[in-house]
């Protein structure tokens, strides 16, 4: 009976630290859920830089609980990929004035970036521009690094990781290992198959609807019919993206850029 009652003092005992720790940690749930509520506010007034420092501020104490942490890491991601996409002049980021002999294609090569996201990011309906128009343009080199251990696809910008998307790599880690170089870049890609071209509206063509081709040959990065594979170990070797995701990547990447695939 002694035995009992001190057993039952014990546990007693560790009530009070117990549901300390609890409050604890609900405390900290519910000012990270406050975070996110008030910059997606500033970030509907247009307050991008400063909704994005209060996100690092948050994400750089290490107050934040695993969990809550991944929540506010992928609203600040988001934030990241609508800055770059957005009009709005950043540190990372140029505003140049049109002048006589520019093209889109002339300014993407200067700058090391894409046709694509200086019309997106400006809003641009065409190809066209004209003569005094102001634009924004991305400056920095962008990489990625594939992690097929986590089936995971990091993008970076001057080595400041941006975005984390799910993918899907090689069975069997049949995904190569190695730096690579993005050489081709293909929108509603042919899939050669077995000695066959299968057109990219044929429901047999798995690829996607962009291609990002590495400089290792029949391998790179791509969208997918099959997104109930993102996330394993499925492909036959290239790394699989979900056809919005991989069409972002598209936009943003240039040719040359950096791949790693680690294990």
């Known amino acids: 009976m002694k035995l009992k009652t001190l057993l039952l003092f014990f546990l007693l005992s560790l009530v009070p ?8 940690v609900g405390e900290a ?32 104490s290490g107050r934040l609980e695993k969990k809550d942490r991944r929540l506010v890491r992928k609203d600040y991601e988001k934030l990241n990929i609508k800055m770059i996409f957005s009009p709005i002049s950043t540190p990372d980021s140029v505003m140049h004035t049109v002048t006589e002999g520019d093209s889109l294609y002339y300014l993407a090569k200067k700058h090391n970036t894409t046709m694509e996201l200086i019309k997106k990011s400006n809003k641009l309906k065409s190809d066209t521009i004209y003569r005094g128009k102001k634009l924004k343009i991305q400056k920095g080199f962008f990489s990625v690094m594939v992690d097929k251990s986590d089936n995971i696809l990091k993008l970076y910008l001057d080595d400041k ?41 044929d429901p047999k063509n798995i690829l996607g609807t962009r291609w990002l081709g590495f400089d290792k040959k029949s391998y790179g990065i791509h969208g997918t019919t099959l997104p109930d594979t993102i996330g394993q170990q499925m492909s036959s070797g290239c790394v699989r993206m979900l056809n919005w995701e991989v069409e972002e990547l598209y936009d943003i990447l240039p040719l040359g850029t950096e791949v790693k695939v680690q294990d």
Do not use: C
């Open 161 to 201: 990781l941006i975005r984390t998307y799910r993918v899907a790599t090689g069975e069997n880690s049949s995904t190569p290992v190695g730096a690579f170089k993005i050489v081709t870049k293909v929108a509603n890609p042919v899939w050669y198959h077995e000695g066959a071209a299968i057109p990219h509206n």
């Open 29 to 60: 749930h519910a000012e990270a859920m406050q975070l996110i509520e008030q910059n997606r506010k500033l970030v509907d007034q247009g307050k991008f830089l400063e909704a994005k420092k209060s996100y690092e501020k948050i994400l750089e």
């Open 17 to 24: 630290v117990y549901s300390f720790a609890q409050a604890q």
